[in-house]
C-alpha cells in the first residue's frame, strides 16, 4: 500500500473509534514518524496530507527540514541531550521529550524568552528501567518548578507503553496518564495548560485513542521502516 492508502485508512479509523467513544476526531493528530525513511518517504506523507512529522535523532530533523521545509509541524521525539538543543531548538514545534530541569534549562537559554516551545513532559507510566520519563509521581512537582523557564510551554504529557501482544494490556497505562493529565490541567497553570496527550504508536494508537490520546506517533503503519 502506497502512504496515502495507509493515511486514508488510519484517519478512517481513527474517525470510527472517535465516533464509538464520542470524541471528536480533529482533536487526534496523526504525527508520522519519519525516523526509518528517506526523506522522499517523507514527502509522500506530506503529499498525502500529513501535517507533522516526528523524528527521534538530531541528524533526522536536520536532514529532512532542510530537505523539505517547514510545510509541516516538526516534532522531535525521542530523548535529547542538553548539549544538542542549540542543534534542533530552530527546527522544532513540539518537544515530546522534556524530562528534566538540565534540558528545560538549556531551551529556555536557547530561546532567550523571545518565544516559546510547545513541550510534552515525558512520563514513565509503566516503570520500565529501559524507559526514559518521569514517575508519575514527580510529574507534578516538576512542572511546577518549569514555571522558572519562561519559553517552555507545557501542553501535556507523553509516554510510551510496553510492547506487548496483547495490546489490551496497554490500556492501564494510557488511562493512568489521561488521569494525569487532567488533575495537571485542573491546576490551571498559565505555564503548562497541560490539555493535549501523545501517547499511542502504530501497534497500540486505537486504545490510546479511545483514553484520550490527542497526538498519536505512527511510524511503520503509516510510512513503513525501510530507506
Not at 548539549?83 to 527546527?91: E, L, P
Not at 524568552?113 to 513541550?119: A, F, N, V, W
Not at 522558572?148 to 504529557?157: A, D, F, H, K, T
Request: aromatic letters at 6%.
Amino acid at each position: 500500500m502506497t502512504v496515502k492508502d495507509n493515511f486514508d485508512q488510519i484517519q478512517a479509523e481513527i474517525a470510527s473509534i472517535c465516533e464509538r467513544v464520542g470524541r471528536d476526531s480533529q482533536s487526534v493528530h496523526i504525527v508520522a514518524v519519519t525516523k526509518y525513511v528517506s526523506t522522499e518517504r517523507a514527502q509522500e506523507a506530506i503529499d498525502a496530507g500529513v501535517n507533522h512529522l516526528g523524528e527521534n535523532r538530531v541528524e533526522g530533523i536536520e536532514e529532512k527540514r532542510e530537505s523539505l521545509g517547514d510545510v509541516v509541524s516538526w516534532h522531535f521525539i525521542g530523548s535529547l541531550q542538553s548539549k544538542k538543543v542549540k542543534k534542533v531548538i530552530d527546527h522544532i514545534t513540539y518537544l515530546h521529550s522534556l524530562d528534566r530541569l538540565s534540558l528545560a534549562k538549556e531551551v529556555d537559554k536557547r530561546l532567550e524568552g523571545k518565544q516559546t516551545l510547545d513541550c510534552f513532559v515525558q512520563v514513565n507510566v509503566s516503570g520500565e528501567e529501559s524507559k526514559s520519563g518521569l514517575h508519575p509521581q514527580e510529574v507534578l512537582p516538576f512542572i511546577e518548578e518549569l514555571s522558572n523557564y519562561p519559553s517552555i510551554n507545557v501542553i501535556g504529557l507523553m509516554t510510551m507503553a510496553p510492547f506487548v501482544e496483547d495490546n489490551e494490556q496497554t490500556r492501564p497505562i494510557f488511562k493512568k496518564l489521561k488521569q494525569l493529565q487532567l488533575s495537571i490541567a485542573e491546576k490551571g497553570y498559565k505555564h503548562a495548560p497541560c490539555t493535549e496527550l501523545s501517547m499511542g504508536m502504530s501497534n497500540d494508537y486505537h486504545i490510546a485513542i479511545e483514553e484520550g490520546a490527542t497526538f498519536v506517533r505512527i511510524g511503520t503503519a503509516l510510512v513503513g521502516n525501510e530507506k
